[in-house]
């Protein structure tokens, strides 16, 4: 079993559709047993919502429906998780922060694992457009794709 959590900074967008993307994936190729997946984020101002409306709706119409609630990553997270994967550089370093000294969790940044898109990072679309949101599943897609084969 690998423990694999998704984090970005509101734990509302990018992580809890990166979650659902790479869910949906591994059930796809009979592999849900193989993984526990989870999401979180580096704030907690929306601990307990579910994901925004507008990332809700985008992902519904590529159908992945998120039901995650939104949690801040812990400590305890570095201990339990194999993988923590970051969307963007100042995921990572809010997490360098907080990693504790006794943490197993090798943190990756998931724009590295594109094959088809060039980003450096998942940008954060929740002062963006339509657009930015449908841009965020393009590139989940690409990337948890890639790491899902990467993980096997
Ligand atoms: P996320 O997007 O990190 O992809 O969940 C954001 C959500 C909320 C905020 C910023 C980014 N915020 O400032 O509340």
Redesign the pocket.
Known sequence: MVHILFI?????????LAEEVFRTLAERGGREKDFEIDSA?L?D??EGELA?ERMRRTAARRGYRLTHRSRPVTAADFRRFDYIVA?DAANLRGLARLRPAEAKAEVVLLADYLTRHASSSIP???YGTAADFEHVVDLCEDACAELLCRLA
């Open positions: 970005c900074l509101g734990n509302i967008c990018r992580s809890p984020g704030i101002y929306h925004d969307m954060d679309p929740y």
